[in-house]
């Protein structure tokens, strides 16, 4: 139960780290234009 508690939160940060990205990948692009 813990390990799979520990794996979730890891997938779920690493989602909100991908979508940090994208946002920042979106203002770069926005910035250049």
């Known amino acids: 139960m ?7 939160t890891e997938l779920e940060n ?3 780290l991908k979508q940090d990205l994208a ?8 910035d250049a234009s």
């Open 2 to 8: 813990h390990a799979h508690t520990k794996i979730r």
């Open 14 to 16: 690493d989602l909100k």
């Open 23 to 30: 946002n920042i990948k979106q203002r770069l692009y926005s």
